[in-house]
């Protein structure tokens, strides 16, 4: 083990404050407050989901439907041209008397590779639209945090939203009355 | 009294006077006019009007079963969202018994919508009789090595004229038939036929009898005894309602043709009932909604719900149609095809009517509703989604026709259809809505009606 560089080590910036909250009626309230306020790079955690808790965000409906509607039609329209390639035009053999491209016969397949394509989009599509993958995130420098799993709730503001400034930012959560506030730091590369 | 509960939620009654309220009276009055026109269609042409009631009892008959089989699997699973929706369900469900009386035409004229109810069945007795006095003998022999090698008597250079040799196959082929007929003679025969109808439209009638009574029973006293003896009769009752179905499936409509069969139709047909039921939901729904009744208690939560399972169903139709098709199709069985060779002619020369209403099906009780219903948003909106509603009914309709009409012939739609629908619809209808005018329209003292109220979408 050796030891840090002296130099890097010592420069920090701030990363997000994160604000402690008892109950879901409690971090419902502040959520509505800080949409109110107009933060937008900010989030709740909860260790459960919690009713209403979208619509006292703000969060509009979820991009998510729409790649995998795109990767629907894709995989649809793919397993129906390859089905055409291969037995009505590649390699065209009769089965059972019908002719090489006849469309119900690979009814299956078109169906298998539009819900490939779909699960792909989804899954896929939700990492990017979380920003996955991602090795670490500052939040997870609190040991409060872990909490969140269990019975405690949280609210995170970062410090990459426009209307963030520590000072602040710290007094307006404070005037949310949470149980606890924190600042959390990250290293300056 | 320790098996009661505690209740904070009011009934709700239809406004005495409002046109729902009057709804009951002006759907019977339908249905008088459609039976009027039914009679005189019996009287015209017995044979026509039999296929167009068995078109429109199945039409009817799919809806309230579908009705059956929702209320009963909300007992089963002890589902707490649909409470608010159950007695709705339960307005359809409870025109169920009018099934009693809308039979009897179908058990009058079925001599002459099914074939195989004859003596020694139709076809054998048409085929027997033109063999023997009709043609010369060597058509005969011919029709027997036919009937062997079906199509080797092109082969024998004897036959004297090729519409001899035509003559003799297809009476090869009737005698054939006739055969097969004869074979299922165990299951299809007139006492069976009848038997069997008393005995679904008795399980039928009665199970929604009790389901409607104990409801009922519940909104009086809110003992939750109904509700376990609900629970307790639904399995068998489901059990019951998957083998009537089915059976009734087979000796009503597929019987139709007795040479074919599918053994996948009784699921196929309750899957197009809880298409249809759904559909008929979300437009009872929407419409008292749009009155301003039942706005706060079936929210759009609930809405969102009943539009799940209408797609969810609509997938599951499309699956099980398919399906039935795919492996006749993939098969290509003679006595399987027939079912589509009749409603898919593309031969030239041939009447194609039957394909284009196969084409419109496809179109418009799948492709189009199917995109339509897949969103949220649709879901939740309560003008947009009794659109889908109205198309998926519509088709609905179509979808018995196809399935009922192609057994009489080309596609010719009669007066007598429109009658006979509206005898049916207006008949079922007008008793179904009548119980919403003397019950409360939430079931307001079951044990799960206040979660059901404040249910929510997560």
């Not at chain 1, 129906?80 to 291969?86: E, I």
């Not at chain 2, 969202?81 to 009018?98: C, D, F, H, K, Q």
């Not at chain 2, 009058?108 to 033109?130: I, K, L, N």
Request: proline fraction near 4%; hydrophobic fraction near 50%; charge should be negative.
């Amino acid at each position: 083990m050796s030891a840090p560089t002296p130099t890097r080590a010592a420069k920090k910036r701030p990363a997000l404050l994160l604000a402690q909250f008892e109950s879901t009626a409690d971090v419902l309230h502040a959520a509505e407050k800080v949409r109110e306020a107009g933060y937008q790079k900010w989030d709740v955690h909860t260790p459960f989901p919690v009713h209403g808790m979208d619509k006292a965000m703000g969060l509009p409906d979820s991009k998510l439907g729409w790649i995998v509607a795109t990767m629907a039609i894709i995989g649809f329209c793919s397993a129906l041209s390859m089905y055409y390639f291969m037995n009505g035009v590649d390699y065209a053999i009769i089965v059972g008397g019908k002719p090489g491209f006849s469309p119900p016969a690979a009814v299956p397949v078109y169906f298998e590779v539009t819900v490939l394509l779909s699960a792909f989009g989804t899954v896929f599509g939700m990492f990017h639209l979380n920003g996955l993958p991602r090795h670490h995130h500052p939040i997870f420098e609190s040991d409060r945090f872990a909490a969140v799993t269990d019975d405690k709730y949280f609210i995170s503001i970062e410090a990459g939203d426009s209307k963030f400034d520590v000072n602040e930012t710290r007094g307006f959560l404070e005037n949310l009355h949470p149980t606890h506030i924190e600042l959390l730091e990250e290293a300056v590369s | 009294m320790a098996s009661t509960h505690e209740h904070t939620v009011s009934e709700i009654r239809l406004p005495e006077g409002s046109a729902w309220h009057k709804a009951w009276q002006y759907f019977l009055a339908v249905g008088a006019v459609g039976l009027a026109g039914s009679a005189f269609g019996y009287h015209s042409d017995p044979k026509r009007f039999g296929f167009a009631w068995v078109f429109a009892l199945t039409t009817v008959l799919m809806i309230g079963l579908g009705s059956l089989f929702f209320v009963v699997v909300q007992h089963v699973v002890g589902a707490y969202w649909s409470v608010t929706v159950r007695r709705i369900a339960e307005m359809v469900m409870s025109g169920l018994p009018s099934i009693v009386v809308l039979v009897i035409p179908l058990l009058v004229v079925a001599p002459r919508v099914y074939s195989w109810m004859g003596e020694h069945g139709e076809h054998g007795e048409h085929a027997a009789a033109a063999t023997h006095t009709e043609h010369g003998g060597t058509a005969h022999d011919h029709g027997g090595t036919a009937h062997d090698h079906g199509g080797a008597a092109h082969d024998h250079a004897d036959v004297s004229s090729p519409v001899a040799l035509a003559h003799a196959e297809h009476e090869a082929e009737e005698a054939l038939e006739a055969g097969i007929v004869d074979g299922k003679k165990a299951y299809l025969n007139k006492g069976g036929f009848y038997g069997r109808a008393a005995g679904y439209v008795a399980v039928w009638s009665v199970l929604a009898l009790l389901y409607m009574r104990w409801s009922i029973k519940q909104d009086e006293d809110g003992d939750l005894a109904h509700t376990n003896a609900a629970r307790s009769l639904a399995p068998i009752a489901l059990i019951l309602f998957g083998l009537t179905l089915t059976f009734a499936g087979i000796d009503w409509l597929m019987s139709l043709d007795p040479l074919w069969y599918s053994t996948i139709f009784g699921v196929y047909l309750f899957a197009m009932g809880m298409v249809s039921f759904f559909a008929t939901l979300i437009l009872l729904i929407t419409g008292l909604r749009a009155s301003g009744i039942l706005v706060k208690e079936i929210s759009v939560e609930h809405l969102h719900d009943v539009g799940k399972f209408q797609f969810g169903f609509l997938s599951f139709w499309a699956y099980i149609a398919f399906s039935q098709f795919f492996l006749i199709y993939y098969a290509s069985i003679p006595e399987e095809v027939t079912f589509f060779h009749k409603r898919w002619t593309l031969d030239p020369g041939a009447d194609h009517a039957w394909a284009k209403v196969t084409v419109v099906l496809i179109a418009l009780h799948f492709i189009v509703p199917f995109i339509f219903m897949m969103s949220r948003n649709i879901k939740r909106n309560t003008s947009l989604l009794p659109v889908g509603a109205v198309l998926l009914l519509a088709t609905h309709v179509i979808e018995v026709y196809w399935i009922v009409l192609p057994n009489f012939g080309d596609l010719s739609p009669a007066l007598v259809d429109v009658s006979a629908l509206l005898a049916c619809v207006g008949i079922f209808f007008g008793v179904g809505l009548k119980s919403l005018t003397v019950h409360s329209l939430i079931a307001a003292k079951d044990p799960r009606i206040e979660r059901a109220l404040s249910f929510e979408q997560v």
